[in-house]
């Protein structure tokens, strides 16, 4: 790997020096997973690659119609809804590099490992799995680089929902692309359950990019200002208030019965997020499970 040192479509952003940012957009079987392009009048640049080959193949397709050269595609975070779909894209508009941070890109394999013993079933044959998408270019962080004609801020944000999330700031349209950090209007999955530090990358974000950024382009739901970012916060605190409440001793009794009321008290007043295609409640259980395993190890 080198090292630099230095199912629909939406035009979502405002087009600035002639740069227009456009999202492909998956429906919840496939965790309404997003992907983005970067287009100026000579080239393309993709960030990250959906999930089935299918959507990827999709994906694809409305790529070539631009008849662009693609310079690249930027990773966000390992996780398979945003990496696996690489291969596919790939195959219909040839080889590009793929970069990302290192952080990003050591978190890869062992993703692509337990996403095969775990979750890749559900999705049947509709899937690259033969080998890991492989990072030809390892981008610096915090830093700035150019990619064809488009020039990147890159920063990581490690930890949280994932073992690394990478921010890439792209001033000319004022766009941000934030990876999970963001899933708008759905219920925020947690990761390893470490509420304090994923807290802390909303704000982190907020302070670093608000008054730079007039766009935040997140892995799932729709694209939006940081008030998007600030809907999450109010939510993970006020689940976080649920579990001080009725799941703060370890040993407490019938704690089953307060996880169920939990997730229907949350229920009731987010009645208006996804599930990813799962049932409701589905992502509050596992959410729980994960904040309960990370305050009592």
């Known amino acids: ?43 393309i640049l993709l960030v990250d690659s959906l999930l089935r080959r299918s959507d990827a193949l999709n994906f694809a397709a409305v790529i070539k119609t631009q008849n662009k050269p693609v310079v690249g595609l930027l990773l966000t975070h390992p996780h398979p809804d945003h990496y696996m779909g690489i291969l596919a894209l790939k195959s219909v508009l040839g080889d590009f590099p793929v970069y990302a941070t290192a952080a990003t890109a050591a978190g890869i394999s062992k993703d692509f490992e337990q996403f095969k013993r775990q979750g890749a ?4 044959n509709d899937l690259w799995l033969n080998n890991a998408p492989q ?13 064809g004609d488009f020039s990147i801020l890159v920063e990581d944000f490690s930890g949280g929902e994932s073992v690394n999330a990478s921010v890439f700031y792209h001033a000319d349209s004022r766009s941000l692309f934030v990876g999970d950090l963001l899933m708008a209007h759905h219920h925020y999955y947690v990761g390893d359950g470490d509420l304090p530090r994923i807290l802390a990358q909303f704000e982190r974000l907020q302070a670093s990019y ?23 916060r ?61 305050r009592h190890p």
């Open 210 to 232: 608000t008054g730079k950024a007039d766009h935040l382009y997140g892995g799932h739901g729709d694209s939006g200002g940081f008030q998007l970012i600030e809907e999450q």
């Open 1 to 43: 790997m080198r090292t630099l040192l230095l199912c629909y479509c939406l035009m979502v952003g405002p087009a600035l020096a002639d740069v227009q940012v456009k999202r492909f957009s998956t429906t919840e079987v496939d965790w309404s997973a997003n992907a983005y392009w970067l287009a100026n009048e000579r080239q």
């Open 234 to 294: 109010r939510y993970l605190l006020d689940l976080s208030q649920l579990v001080d409440e009725q799941l703060s001793d370890a040993n407490i009794s019938q704690p089953q019965m307060r996880v169920q009321q939990i997730i229907q008290s949350m229920l009731i007043k987010y009645a208006h997020l996804g599930d990813y295609g799962y049932p409701p409640g589905t992502i509050l259980q596992w959410n729980l499970q994960a904040i309960q395993k990370h």
């Open 121 to 124: 079933r559900q999705f049947g």
């Open 135 to 147: 990072v030809q270019v390892i981008l610096p962080s915090p830093g700035q680089v150019l990619i």
